[in-house]
């Protein structure tokens, strides 16, 4: 794929070209690694990178031209594009370089703090089984029909995110099915798709650090609703997808220019869960809506995984689905990765592993362990470095409101010191404890995963959050191997 350097500067009819702009152009990328010959090395200036200082690198690698922000020399035989914004400039030309993927197929975009890596997976079973060829971008994998790659984002930059979605466009893929972050939306990486569903799980706190008010959280994530009604879409049939029970809903309609498909227990839902029971096994509930009553048995469980199962039913029906291809999915569908999954090994206590990474989330999955625990639930978690400081006192507070045993642990450190973070967490637990409940600090997280499976008793259950499907730590200086189920079966087999 290749484009003139002319045919880009027609789309940036304001910047300030130096040198020739004749020369074809093979690829795009900010990253001067990934610079091969007749590459347009855009240079972004970050937060702890700046890509002007990269020129002379890129150009030597084989880039002929490069989008600038500031004044900085050219090499010899190197055409410099001034701009006033080169991350605006690269969310302009890369998806026409790419000639606009996202309009080539049928996308749906899943927002919202918890819920969308299980949402995407169950609409993406339901669509698969409807006969349809499904892509998916999330945060554990990309998939390409049945073909896996490796993920760095939750949404990929907007350059990977387009040869992405070229790829899939290339082999065919019907429909798109997308985790969409806040940072994504914010940060302009999902420029150039046209999304036809927009679905909203639900917005609790998170990612403070960067958006630093949840209004602004918020914000961010009524971007991809306010994008469904864009004039300039190519595609017909837009709807959103709203679950009406969480509070943000209201604001997240307001911003809704197409129809709306609403989910939840409320009586105005458009597709209601009644009769819910969670067990252990899985969770039983009748769907009500336009369609008249489905009955569904599930093999996952949990209260959020009714409402992830809403959202889904509510992407299918709007694209036409039957619900007799709806309810064949959803009752084969099984566990996602590192979602309230079962570590089995043997043992007469249950094991279960999950993201949860949240307040909202580890209050989730704590009320559903309470739903089917016959005696004590053991919690295992952690919070990561370098992002929300205020989640980590609640989250210690959650924890030892519903866990009998609390074992605080690191999770993905990064540059912070790993006691400066589990102080904060124990500043909340100590809120949360009552009488003969009891708690630890182990900073190693496997010694502290040993520890929970050494006290577990049976009929125990023993919940370890916070990393889910990773596969490796963040520390200061280095990333480790590490996968919270497999330290959990390496111990489990260790202790027989």
Do not use: W
């Not at 387009?162 to 990486?189: F, K, N, P, W």
């Not at 919070?383 to 210690?396: A, L, V």
């Amino acid at each position: 794929m290749s484009k003139s350097l002319h045919e880009l500067l027609a789309l940036l009819p304001e910047a300030q070209v130096l040198g020739e702009a004749g020369q074809k152009i093979e690829g795009i990328t900010a990253d001067s690694r990934k610079v091969g010959p007749g590459t347009l090395f855009v240079c972004l200036t970050g937060a702890r990178v700046d890509g002007h200082n990269f020129i002379v690198e890129a150009h030597k690698l084989g880039a002929t031209a490069a989008v600038v922000e500031k004044d900085v020399p050219a090499p010899e035989g190197m055409t410099l594009i001034k701009v006033t914004d080169s991350r605006e400039a690269m969310q302009v030309i890369v998806p026409f370089f790419y000639d606009y993927p996202g309009r080539k197929m049928r996308m749906i975009g899943v927002t919202g703090t918890n819920g969308k890596t299980t949402t995407t997976h169950l609409i993406r079973s339901i669509f698969m089984e409807a006969g349809y060829k499904v892509g998916l971008i999330g945060t554990i994998h990309i998939l390409i029909g049945d073909r896996m790659l490796p993920v760095q984002n939750t949404t990929p930059d907007v350059v990977d995110l387009q040869s992405t979605l070229a790829e899939m466009a290339a082999e065919g893929i019907d429909y798109v099915i997308m985790e969409v972050s806040s940072h994504a939306l914010e940060l302009g990486r999902t420029a150039g798709c046209e999304f036809d569903v927009g679905v909203f799980t639900n917005l609790t706190q998170d990612h403070l650090d960067f958006h630093i008010t949840f209004d602004k959280y918020r914000d961010a994530k009524a971007k991809l609703f306010s994008q469904l009604g864009d004039a300039h879409a190519v595609k017909a049939g837009k709807h959103a997808v709203i679950n009406l029970d969480d509070a943000s809903a209201v604001q997240l309609l307001q911003h809704c220019t197409c129809p709306v498909i609403t989910y939840g227990t409320a009586e105005q839902s458009t597709i209601r869960a009644q009769e819910v029971s969670v067990k252990a096994e899985g969770v039983q509930f009748t769907v009500t809506g336009p369609f008249g009553h489905m009955p569904l048995q599930l093999k996952i469980t949990g209260m959020f995984n009714v409402y992830n199962t809403l959202a889904a039913i509510g992407t299918a029906r709007a694209e036409g689905i039957s619900t007799a291809i709806i309810n064949k999915a959803l009752e084969e569908f099984r566990t996602v990765s590192g979602r309230f999954e079962l570590v089995d090994e043997g043992q007469p206590y249950a094991v279960i592993v999950d993201y949860a990474h949240t307040p909202d989330g580890l209050e989730n999955i704590l009320k559903t362990a309470h739903q089917f625990a016959e005696k004590r639930i053991i919690v295992v978690f952690g919070c990561g470095g370098d992002r929300d400081k205020t989640k980590r006192p609640i989250m210690g507070r959650l924890a030892a409101q519903y866990g009998d045993v609390v074992i605080a642990t690191s999770d993905n450190p990064r540059t912070e010191d790993p006691v400066a973070i589990l102080a904060d967490v124990e500043a909340g637990i100590k809120q949360g404890l009552k009488n003969g409940k009891g708690y630890e600090v182990i900073i190693d997280r496997k010694q502290a995963i040993a520890k929970a499976l050494q006290v577990a008793q049976p009929r125990d259950i023993v919940i370890i959050a916070g990393k889910g499907h990773e596969t490796y730590q963040i520390l200061k200086d280095k990333t480790i191997d590490f996968d919270d189920r497999e330290v959990a079966r390496s111990v489990i087999r260790e202790m027989r």
